[in-house]
């Protein structure tokens, strides 16, 4: 037998090999119903192509936990929600934009903290104005990231040594800080498989706490105290 | 406050359909990794699984089982063995589909879970002490070999389970069930010049394996 002719006897023969019979689809599925959603109706035959959903069918959810996002989004919900808790009664929400109640609160306050009147309190957030408005940048790369990361993990130990500082105890610095934590908890956490969902959602949260503006309100203040 | 809530769809939007099958003519198999119409269908299939929908899960199964089946029984050889190596792929495939990015196709990544599932079914065949040698031929296989029916069809059958595991993965996807180089390569997790490769190697000991036969 030639070399050619050999190896078109060998593509062909090898079709024999292990020749599959046809498989029990139906056998199979029941077997991964029972195993994968094991308690639902079982969902019968083949779909076709014109099968109209059955709406009475339990949905199947993965567990909400097994998400990275969501657990993020469950710490932040329950961060808020204690920082909420905590905070004394204020007075009912009029139409004025969240954003200016936010300024408005802040310049009330006059950030006179000791604690953060100091010019290492300004370092501070000026530091973290800097970092987070590097976030929002679309152009970073990974050397980048990994400074954000690295840098927001300093920021938030810093955050943590203000909270539990017992100078700081105006309702409206405190909040701030909580706000700043729970954002700079959620860059620390940032990986190389982060997606670009997970930093979506920290802009969504710095966005619904006011987080820069109040930010850059306390930096104004507090220089103006000056 | 409103939570952040994000749609399951989002993680997979809509991407530009070519339609390359309209323009160029390219075998089944190569469609299934560049034709970004299939791929737009079965990222909106993996939204909908990932939301619940049971009706979602049967069609992606019944997209995928056949090719599944057919690649676990050729590397087994064995129905049940491959009925229990489909199950286990698919339920990990459900169990696992949140980590599915979409950067691939679809059926690269189920094929992927599968010769996972295989490699480790093997694995355990082996008696849980021994690491399968990716590189060392089957002894028992290879005296197979030796003692087969003079039959050449028999030869060969016994030559390509000798095979080393990855030359012979390669060998059975490309050359008997027809996957093209890119797809094994991406389910094999390795370049496509190494796929090329291993198929070559296959082919060369395969000949060296049948010489016997062939000069009779």
Known sequence: MQDEEFDNWLRNAARTYNEPPAPDVEGMWVAIENEQFAGSTPVPTRVAASFTPITSIPPLRAPWYNSGWMRVAAALVIGVGLGRVSLPPTAPATSVPPTVVAAQAIAGSSVLQPVMNSPEANKYMGETIALLASMQSETRNAAQDKELVSGAGDLLNTTRFLLDSPNTNNPNVRGLLEDLELVLAQIVQLSNKTTAGDVEMIHRAMEQRDVMPRLRTAVANNYSAE | ?216
């Open chain 2, 1 to 216: 406050m409103p939570g952040p809530t994000r749609n399951p769809a989002e993680r997979f939007p809509p991407t530009p359909c070519l339609y390359l099958r309209r323009h160029v003519t390219l075998p089944e198999s190569t469609l299934l990794v560049l034709d970004p119409g299939p791929r737009h269908a079965e990222r909106a299939l993996v939204a909908r699984v990932l939301e619940g929908d049971r009706i979602a899960s049967r069609e992606l199964y019944d997209a995928h089982v056949n090719r599944v089946f057919r690649l676990a029984f050729r590397l087994c050889g064995d129905e049940d063995h491959a009925r229990e190596l489909v199950q286990e792929s698919f339920i990990r495939i459900f169990s696992q589909l949140s980590r599915f990015r979409g950067d691939a196709a679809l059926s690269t990544w189920v094929h992927r879970v599968t010769l996972s599932v295989v490699a480790n079914a093997r694995r355990r065949d082996k008696k849980h002490d021994r690491e399968i040698d990716f590189d060392a031929t089957d002894p028992i296989a290879d005296e197979a070999v030796r003692d087969a029916d003079p039959d050449l069809k028999e030869g060969l059958h016994a030559a390509i389970s000798a095979l080393p595991e990855i030359y012979r993965i390669t060998f059975v996807m490309h050359d008997i069930e027809g996957y093209t180089h890119p797809e094994i390569a991406a389910a094999t997790g390795v370049a496509v010049g190494t796929s090329k490769g291993r198929l070559f190697i296959a082919r060369g000991q395969l000949r060296k394996m049948l010489e016997p036969f062939r000069k009779e």
